[in-house]
Structure formats: C-alpha cells, structure tokens
C-alpha cells in the first residue's frame, strides 16, 4: 500500500529539499535501486534526456510503454507523460519509474 504524508497527498511531500522524484522513490527503497539504474540506463543510452525536460503532464495511463521500465502504464494507474522537444516525441513513465529517473537527472546534474 502506497504511503502517504499526513495530509493524504503523495506529491506534498515532495519540498525544494525532497524533491518529488526523491519523496516517490522513498516509499519502496527496495525497487528504487533496480528502477534507479534502469533509468540511469535509458539516461546513458539517450533514450532519455538529463535534465528533464520542460513539459511533463500527469495522468491516467494510456498503456504506453513507460520509458523506464518497458511495462505498460495502464489506464487504471496514473502515470507522467514528458514532452521531449519539437519532433523528438514524448516519454511515458509510471510514478514510481518518473521518480527513479528524477532522481537520476539531479544526481548527475549534481555531479557535474
């Protein structure tokens, strides 16, 4: 079962010193790993872009395959769509997949 802050809300617990990629992924820490090095993957391969980009929508799912992970985000699940640029298309992602890959993108802008 998902956690919650004391408000209910999932995403108030995201702040400027928890960002929402980091306040997602603290909720399963044992498949934040696997999901974190997948996208570091898709990061390193150029399937997706680091940083994110500038337009990112949530949702219900649309069955698109999450670009993390490669399972369908389905209609019955909420998930992110991340608009990548003119004519590069968009990525999807499951909640949990959007926040391995986010924390992914700040590590390695951290880094550099």
């Known amino acids: 079962m998902r956690k919650h802050n004391d408000s209910g809300n999932l ?3 995201a702040s400027a010193e ?3 990629g980091a306040a997602i992924a603290a909720q399963n820490p044992t498949d934040e790993e696997r999901l974190r090095k997948l996208a ?3 990061i390193a391969a150029g399937m ?3 940083p994110r980009a500038s337009r990112l929508w949530g949702g219900p799912g649309i069955g ?3 670009a993390v992970c490669g399972e369908p ?3 019955e ?3 992110f769509e991340l608009e990548l640029g003119a004519g590069s298309g968009e990525r999807h992602f499951h909640v949990r997949c959007f926040a391995a890959w986010d924390v992914e ?3 390695q802008a951290a880094a550099e």
Request: net charge negative; hydrophobic share 40%; with cysteine.
């Open 105 to 107: 993108c700040q590590q």
């Open 40 to 42: 570091g993957e898709a």
């Open 77 to 79: 699940e909420l998930g």
């Open 64 to 66: 698109a395959g999450c």
């Open 11 to 13: 995403f108030a617990a």
């Open 48 to 50: 997706l872009p680091s």
């Open 73 to 75: 985000v389905g209609r």
């Open 18 to 20: 928890a960002p929402l």
